[in-house]
């Protein structure tokens, strides 16, 4: 602990002693910015917190830090969140007579009346003095999963490291040469979901800050322009309105007043009035951020416009964060993601690092399949400023297309109790529940996202496979046809279409389908290796059976490098049995064979293959067997389309 942080340490324990809460609680954050991993910190943070719940919550993060803390241990005891073990009950902590004496009452007078039991009173007022120490001792800023798991939940969301929140000016840094691990950069501390709408910054430490208005200077003592800013920063348009025309009579010449004039009249449903209010700033000093709002201005007017001003904002102020937001939200509202990946990077590199650029630079990227890059970008963004919730979506879609799936479920899942109103927390936490054997849970997150946006593609390939694996097939196929219809093709469509095909027997239809799959996939061997399982499965159930076509397919799968372990065991099952140099499978009974059902259960589980991989070096595939009409052996362009995000 350095120096300062010792006298930051001793200045918050003597204002919780001296009861002022506020002032411990804003220097313990101030503290764990520093050095998140200190339970003493977290010990004393929990003096200062109003209920026992957050008192147990605290403690329980300091014995995460330091399983050994008796005095966490201790404290829990006595609020009755654990047991008492033996040695847990011991004294609590020693005081010397000195301390004792700063912190008992002082003597006063005896008076004449009724025997007081001054044994029993000590005796109580040791237990109090003993409680108090404990609520000194601990509060919970990170801690969710192993206090209160919800049923259903098999972990709670748990968060990134502490730092300050993001600022309007981009702070300029030197790149970092090493890259610091993502293990290291993200601090997993669950919180309770119970707690979930507490703000993020409370969770983290971090202590929020008022956001100023882009481009408003503050000026205390003129009167009119104060009133204007507060009534715009209360949303009362019309009142900044009025005082910016005292504000212009008395000086015409600032471009911030006129800017500001801007502002109110487009949220106020003006945009067509609002860009002559801009066009005086930007005469006045070409104004950057009157550049940014003449812009959105004209967008509102004309969608079809080419936004030529937020190019002239950033050319004006190249570190203005805002610019570059909007107008990557721009580009990604038109699916442009190389332009908005190209342009958030010659910002991060020119010295913008603003972690919310991070984070957007991660979904074009993602977009992108490069998803390497994504990764590294999110973990950049969330890290850096943890209080962002789209940091959460960023490390959970950036972890599911690395398959990484056990690791996408805490940020999915933080993310989706801080933002239960976007389909697509809902749907990437979907998935995720598939991979990861959870099937209950999995239908019912792609259910959530359907009642938020009955169009997202995503939760309905989820849901489709979910009903695969029940046998519900006709439900399962018209989940797939949806998926078709709100989105756009893609690998794991192809295959929901193709295995639905394959259950219901179906043959013809599931090579048309699968066939696609491999194709969309040249470039990811594992998926290719599920299409050529699929496409085997396919061969050997036809009447009469394909069977050199479906040992050639297995031949394929264990050639591929790239081939998950379940691929290749299934494989050489399949591979022992046909050529005749192995025992023969043990009877199972297959998929097809299954009830077929109709109707779609209320919450039922799904289980599928998801998930994607890094891109791969093309396989080539060899052209042998005499294929059925439906067949091609021969290699496939690579054009794969993404369902949308």
């Known amino acids: 602990m350095t120096l300062s942080n010792q006298s930051m340490l001793t200045e918050a324990i003597a204002a919780a002693r001296a009861g002022d809460r506020p002032r411990a609680r804003e220097l313990l954050s101030r503290l764990l910015r520093t050095d998140s991993a200190n339970a003493e910190y977290w010990v004393w943070l929990s003096a200062v917190v109003d209920t026992d719940r957050e008192r147990i919550y605290c403690l329980e993060s300091a014995l995460k830090l330091d399983p050994t803390n008796r005095a966490a241990l201790r404290g829990l005891v006595l609020l009755g969140a654990r047991k008492p073990q033996r040695g847990e009950i011991a004294p609590v902590m020693r005081v010397s007579r000195r301390q004792a004496a700063a912190a008992a009452p002082k003597a006063r007078p005896k008076r004449a009346g009724p025997g007081i039991n001054w044994g029993f009173v000590g005796a109580t007022l040791l237990g109090i003095l003993v409680i108090v120490t404990v609520g000194l001792l601990a509060r919970p800023i990170l801690s969710l999963g192993d206090l209160f798991r919800p049923r259903g939940i098999s972990l709670a969301p748990t968060l990134p490291p502490v730092t300050l929140p993001a600022t309007n000016t981009a702070v300029s840094r030197p790149p970092t040469n090493t890259p610091i ?23 983290v430490a971090a202590t929020p800050t008022p956001t100023p208005i882009l481009g408003v200077t503050p000026r205390p003592d003129f009167e009119p322009w ?5 009534a715009f920063q209360a949303g009362d348009y019309e009142a900044t309105l009025a005082f910016l025309k005292q504000v212009h009579e008395i000086s015409p010449e600032l471009p911030d007043s006129y800017y500001l004039e801007g502002e109110a009249l487009r949220l106020s449903g003006k945009p067509a009035e609002s860009i002559q209010a801009y066009d005086k700033a930007i005469t006045l000093a070409k104004f950057p951020p009157a550049y940014l709002g003449r812009g959105i201005a004209l967008l509102e007017l004309r969608p079809n416009a080419e936004p030529l001003d937020f190019d002239r904002a950033i050319e004006a102020d190249p570190n203005m ?3 570059y937001l909007i107008k990557s939200d721009y580009l990604a509202s038109r699916r442009l993601w190389q332009t908005m990946e190209e342009m958030l990077q010659v910002a991060i590199d020119s010295g ?3 972690p919310i650029l991070y984070l957007r630079l991660s979904e074009a990227q993602i977009n992108r399949e490069h998803y390497e890059q994504a990764m590294a970008s999110a973990i950049e963004g969330s890290a850096s400023d943890p209080t962002l919730t789209e940091g959460y979506l960023a490390l959970g879609r950036a972890y599911t297309e690395m398959d990484q799936f056990s690791t996408a479920l805490w940020p999915l899942q933080t993310y989706v109790a801080y933002r239960p109103d976007d389909a697509r927390g809902w749907a990437y936490l979907a998935r995720v529940y598939v991979a990861l054997h959870q099937p209950a849970e999995s239908m019912q997150a ?3 996202a359907l009642e938020i946006n009955g169009h997202s593609a995503l939760a309905f390939l989820a849901r489709g496979f979910a009903n695969l694996e029940l046998g519900y097939y006709e439900a ?18 192809d295959m929901g279409f193709a295995t639905t095909y394959y259950y219901t027997k179906d043959y013809t239809q599931a090579l048309n389908y699968v066939n696609p799959a491999i194709k969309d ?8 290796a599920f299409g050529y399982v699929l496409r085997a499965l396919v061969y050997e159930s036809t009447d009469p059976p394909l069977l050199e076509d479906a040992i050639i397919n297995w031949h394929w799968v264990l050639d591929l490098k790239g081939s998950d372990s379940e691929s290749r065991s299934l494989a050489e099952a399949h591979l022992l049995e046909l050529t005749g140099e192995g025992p023969t499978r043990t009877p199972t009974q297959p998929p097809a064979t299954r009830p077929v059902r109709t109707s779609t259960p209320g919450l039922t589980p799904l289980t599928t293959l998801t998930g994607t991989v890094s891109p791969t070096p093309t396989v080539t595939l060899s052209p042998t067997v005499t294929p059925t009409p439906t067949i091609t052996r021969t290699p496939y362009p690579t ?3 993404r369902p949308p995000v």
Do not use: C, K
């Not at 104060?226 to 507060?230: C, D, E, F, L």
């Open 521 to 528: 996939s040249v470039l990811n061997e594992r998926r290719v």
């Open 352 to 354: 913008v690092h603003a």
């Open 321 to 323: 964060v805002e610019a």
């Open 639 to 641: 054009d794969d389309v």
């Open 181 to 203: 691990p993502a293990a290291t950069r993200i601090l997993r501390t669950p919180i309770p979901t119970e707690l979930a709408g507490t703000p993020l910054s409370f969770f």
């Open 446 to 448: 792609a259910n959530l």
């Open 226 to 230: 104060m009133s204007a800013v507060h």
């Open 476 to 493: 399962g196929l018209q989940d797939f046809q949806n998926a078709r219809r709100y989105g756009q093709g893609s690998y794991w469509l």
